[in-house]
């Protein structure tokens, strides 16, 4: 199977990918998983973190590997995935998760904006540094978790962070065109409150039409449906080998 590095979106942390990672290691998989600089911290990454800071973080975890490394980025993840080719040549393909999709000279804010369907903002406060903002109490359950174990939605709750608003206002740039050269597979969670289905499929056709898989779930499906989501990871990474 391949090498998978998981990178995890807004607020969140490595943390996030705990119960899909044993699955997809039982499926043969090699998994990494990374915190973005500052999600490691508890009061969040600092105000001046930028989607390069991401991109490069990820691209030098990749690097490491002695094989090309397929990468899988959720909700904002998906951007700093598409950001992350151009500092690394050891990336194999990209798998987007409920994921923004950029293209040069897009953001992730520019792209939110665009979706007919917003029901996310009405749950995020600006942070008092004014650079970052914060998932109002007990509001993951709706806009991320809702088809969780109230368990999970609690542990999940408990442990988001404050989110920097420059990676989300930055536009890509993608050197050398290496992300759009990459093969790519999207896959829709068709409950999602955080990023409208309509949205993530406009993204993902937009990006040549690339295959795109379906789940019915909400957000986090690394959650609320790890064994499901694994299969298609490893459905999507099977296509990927055989279109190559």
């Not at 973080?57 to 151009?86: C, F, K, W, Y």
């Amino acid at each position: 199977m391949a090498t998978l590095l998981l990178v995890h979106g807004a607020w969140h942390g490595a943390w996030c990918w705990d119960k899909l990672v044993p699955v997809l290691e039982a499926q043969g998989h090699t998994v990494l998983t990374l915190d973005l600089p500052g999600h490691e911290l508890p009061d969040g990454a600092p105000a001046t973190t930028t989607l390069e800071d991401y991109g490069r973080a990820v691209a030098s975890l990749a690097n490491t590997q002695s094989e090309q490394v397929v990468l899988v980025g959720h909700s904002m993840g998906g951007g700093v995935i598409s950001q992350a080719p151009s500092y690394s040549t050891n990336i194999a393909g990209l798998i987007y998760l409920a994921a923004f999709v950029l293209q040069h000279g897009d953001s992730i804010a520019a792209l939110a904006g665009a979706s007919e369907v917003d029901e996310l903002s009405d749950h995020v406060d600006m942070a008092p540094d004014g650079g970052r903002t914060v998932i109002q109490k007990g509001a993951g359950s709706f806009v991320f978790y809702e088809d969780c174990t109230p368990e999970d939605q609690a542990a999940a709750n408990a442990r988001l962070i404050p989110q920097p608003i420059q990676p989300l206002m930055d536009a890509l740039e993608d050197m050398e065109g290496r992300a759009m050269a990459l093969p790519a597979i999207g896959i829709v969670c068709e409950q999602d409150r955080a990023v409208h289905p309509g949205l993530q499929r406009m993204m993902y056709d937009a990006r040549n039409e690339m295959p795109t898989y379906e789940m019915d779930a909400s957000h986090s499906p690394f959650v609320s449906k790890p064994k499901e989501l694994a299969d298609l990871i490893t459905k999507a990474v099977t296509h990927m080998a055989e279109a190559s």
